[in-house]
């Protein structure tokens, strides 16, 4: 079984940054896909961004393109959210999740699909001030 814990969330005003750690157990982190994902209050769950096993491949969604950059450390079982210029309308609880059997095809249209991770973390809240 996998398990995500999300962490760095908090009050920041708009402009600032912020990184976002998940750290996750577990032997399968290395070979597993992994994306973010957040949802604000009263809203659909979003797609932010994800990345492959091997760190070769990223997808970042359109409305934090050039923001908010994805990565990995796979020898720390981490995956990060680096999040810059931050708007209040990034406010939400992110989400890390994981997919621990990824097949090959890994698009965007895959990527972005909730329904194709298998675990996900219990979130960590991210407020931005105007």
């Known amino acids: 079984q996998v398990q995500l814990v999300e962490s760095g969330g908090g009050l920041v005003q708009a402009g600032d940054s912020l990184r976002l750690s998940c750290a996750a157990s577990g032997r399968t982190f290395s070979t597993s896909h992994m994306a973010w994902f957040r949802q604000a209050p009263g ?41 810059n210029s931050l708007k209040p309308e990034d406010t939400a609880i992110y989400y ?11 698009t965007m249209k895959v990527a972005t699909n909730p329904v194709g991770y298998n675990y996900w973390g219990q979130g960590t809240q991210v407020t931005v001030s105007s």
Not at 96 to 106: H, K, M, Q, V, W
């Open 43 to 83: 809203k659909e769950r979003e797609f932010v961004a994800a990345i492959t096993w091997s760190g070769s491949t990223t997808y970042v969604a359109d409305s934090v393109k050039g923001r908010f950059t994805i990565s990995r450390d796979n020898a720390k079982n981490t995956v990060y959210l680096q999040m």
């Open 96 to 106: 890390c999740t994981a997919d621990p059997s990824p097949a090959t095809g890994y």
